[in-house]
């Protein structure tokens, strides 16, 4: 039997361990809506389909999500998984189990269940005009705004309905909603950039050439560390306004592993990981300094 925590193991390394520190019902949301961004996430990715299909998988996903049939999940469910959306095993298992994904998405209290389908929407229907673009087996980003923008409808977004999420039900937060909303794209674009600098070598060989060729990688690499400072600047005010910790534990960790991978990339270039020892050491490092009420995301070293 499938259950949205071995869902998440399976497609997530890093939510997987974020998501479980999250407070209810937060975590549950959360949960769902991942699982939601990454089905459209393996759409966009399977570079295997031609773009047409691609983009016919995500609108058939939009319109599920507009208006639910049980019937019809199961039914494109099976045609997705049987057109082999995914050479991943655990992207695979999740297109299979849409329809259990949906069911739980839907019996969310409708404050919650509105703004991620919304977002999910909106990112979707932003991942189909950039397939739309794919030449030649392949999508090429012209410049730096290009990269941004499309950063922005893969990972910005996400950062703003998870933004909508942390706000939901927690009025102590108002006083700083204008900052954390304000700040929120930059979030999911400096978790994004150092992804497509971790991946740029397999990307290229897949079909995408995410990092644009006239844009120096210096370029990128400072403006993912400047999206970090930002992300950091965030998650201080998430701790100083009072969010329960679950909240900055979450949106932390990633941002310290982000820091982490960006040191070990620019030292050793595309592909480079840290490894699991060094993430157990992270994690149990920012867990120390919230038990001591010292600042979550320390600020960055000099460069």
């Not at 993912?224 to 005010?237: E, F, K, Q, V």
């Not at 534990?249 to 592909?271: M, Q, Y």
Request: glycine fraction near 6%; proline fraction near 7%.
């Amino acid at each position: 039997m499938a259950s949205l925590e071995g869902l998440l193991e399976k497609t997530s390394r890093t939510f997987a361990l974020s998501i479980p520190v999250l407070p209810e019902p937060t975590r549950r949301e959360v949960m769902i809506a991942y699982l939601l961004f990454r089905i459209a996430d393996t759409f966009e990715d399977a570079a295997h389909w031609e773009p047409a299909r691609r983009i016919e998988a995500l609108q058939e996903f939009n319109r599920l999500l507009a208006g639910y049939s049980r019937a019809e999940a199961e039914r494109l469910s099976a045609r997705w998984s049987a057109a082999g959306p995914s050479p991943h095993p655990g992207y695979r298992e999740l297109i299979a189990e849409v329809p259990f994904v949906l069911d739980a998405f839907f019996v969310l209290s409708r404050e919650a269940v509105d703004p991620v389908r919304a977002h999910v929407m909106r990112s979707a229907e932003g991942m189909a005009r950039f397939v739309a673009r794919t030449q030649a087996d392949a999508l090429v980003l012209s410049d730096l705004a290009d990269l941004q923008a499309y950063c922005y409808v893969v990972a910005g977004i996400v950062g703003e309905m998870l933004t909508e999420l942390f706000l939901l039900r927690r009025g102590e937060l108002a006083p700083i909603a204008p900052f954390l909303r304000e700040r929120a794209a930059t979030f999911g674009e400096a978790l994004q950039l150092v992804n497509i600098l971790k991946d740029s070598a397999t990307d290229a060989s897949e079909g995408r050439r995410y990092l644009p060729s006239g844009v120096a990688p210096a370029d990128v690499f400072a403006l993912a560390r400047r999206d970090l400072g930002t992300a950091a600047s965030y998650i201080a005010a998430l701790q100083s306004g009072g969010a329960p910790r679950g909240l900055v534990e979450f949106t932390a960790l990633p941002v310290l592993l982000a820091r982490a991978s960006l040191d070990r990339i620019e030292e050793r270039g595309p592909g480079s990981k840290i490894s699991r020892p060094e993430v157990f050491r992270l994690t149990q490092k920012l867990k120390r300094s919230l038990d001591r009420n010292q600042p979550a995301v320390p600020a960055p070293d000099p460069q």
